[in-house]
């Protein structure tokens, strides 16, 4: 009789990694010790040096990882306490390391210090915004409220309301703010996101509180309220630390944000979405963003580079997303793609002929603005 063999017993080999999505906003403190140490403003580079520079490079030897976990397994993973704290204790150390920046900038860390000291906090909040997005698609009233928070230092509040029930809605369509288009340079595209996300917040909002005949003007308004919470953090510090923070509170916060619209402008670039006959947007399938399962920098940002399974299953957490054969793509993780989107010759170079091979050479099936024309 032949023995019986056995599957061996299926385990998140990344569980022990996760926690290394907290190593940015623990740099700060790193940066903290050398320049106290040394007194050398360089100190505060540390943190985008690593994460435009180390993570790449480390993420080029480690490679790939597309294993994806059983679906059997998925409920216990999803209730598993352990991932979601992983997220919570980010926010307590963005916190800390804002504070501490604070108090940095109001003893003047000269010019290298203070661009290095912008670009570090602006780059741990605008990861925040990537934990934010983690929370705010979940139905916990405690992780919707966290994800709120976690977006207050850069002022991105109404991303919770247009991220949830604009962008989900409107991706891989030209009309939609946050999906870049075929040709489109980052610059091109920053300004037409960043007020057309705003303006669509607002307007996705108020609709809500019309449909019931009440006024938007209340606290219950998600943009309102999640707004006034960058007016009390702002308001503490400046207390704190007097009006000279201002100038570093602002700056880091338009780095934060737009460290977050320079990944929604890869995460979709010239995908579209095609018309039924009956007028109406497909269904969005992984065909529609842009995926990379390059494992490093999936650890640090909780897999937001398994973007097709996000779209198709927002309220899977991130331990479970999984990874689709036939998704677009991407030849990098997203921190090498973000450094390649602020020169447009260069992104080009990489992705527009992986837009037209993925929809056979066809570009009048790729994204390409209203009335199907080519971004400049």
């Not at 702002?234 to 916060?253: D, M, N, R, S």
């Not at 260069?346 to 099936?365: C, F, I, N, P, T």
């Amino acid at each position: 009789m032949a023995p019986i063999v056995t599957a061996p017993a299926w385990r998140d080999t990344k569980r022990p990694l996760w926690p290394l999505a907290l190593v940015i906003p623990a740099l700060p403190f790193v940066s903290l010790a050398v320049a106290a140490r040394w007194d050398a403003g360089w100190a505060w580079l540390l943190t985008p040096v690593v994460v435009f520079g180390l993570i790449p490079a480390i993420d080029l030897l480690i490679g790939e990882d597309r294993a994806n976990p059983p679906e059997d397994l998925v409920p216990a993973l999803q209730r598993s306490p352990y991932y979601r704290w992983i997220t919570y204790l980010y926010l307590p150390a963005q916190y800390a390391a804002l504070i501490v920046a604070g108090a940095v900038w109001t003893r003047g860390p000269g010019l290298v210090g203070g661009l290095g000291l912008v670009l570090t906090i602006g780059i741990v909040n605008g990861v925040a915004i990537n934990t934010a997005h983690e929370l705010g698609h979940k139905r916990e009233h405690v992780e919707r409220w966290l994800s709120k928070i976690a977006l207050a230092p850069t002022g991105y509040g109404h991303f919770f309301v247009e991220h949830n029930r604009g962008h989900h809605v409107r991706v891989a369509t030209p009309e939609d703010p946050a999906s870049s288009r075929l040709r489109e340079s980052f610059w091109r595209f920053w300004p037409r996101t960043v007020l057309g996300s705003l303006r669509s917040a607002w307007r996705l909002e108020t609709q809500r509180f019309r449909i019931r005949s009440r006024s938007p003007w209340t606290p219950r308004n998600d943009v309102l309220n999640a707004w006034a919470m960058t007016v009390v953090l702002v308001v503490a510090l400046t207390v704190a630390y007097g009006p000279g923070v201002l100038p570093f509170l602002l700056a880091q916060a338009v780095v934060g944000f737009s460290l977050l619209e320079a990944v929604n402008y890869l995460e979709h670039y010239g995908l579209r979405r095609q018309r039924n006959p009956a007028g109406r947007y497909e269904k969005v399938d992984p065909r529609h963003s842009w995926n990379s399962d390059r494992l490093v920098t999936n650890v640090f940002l909780f897999q937001l580079q398994r973007h097709s399974d996000h779209h198709a299953n927002p309220l899977r957490r991130y331990q479970v997303l999984r990874s689709f054969d036939v998704s677009p793509q991407l030849p990098a993780g997203y921190a090498t793609m973000l450094v390649a989107a602020l020169v447009p010759p260069v992104w080009r170079r990489l992705m527009d002929r992986r837009v037209l091979a993925h929809y056979g050479g066809d570009a009048s099936l790729a994204n390409t603005g209203p009335g199907g024309q080519v971004s400049a």
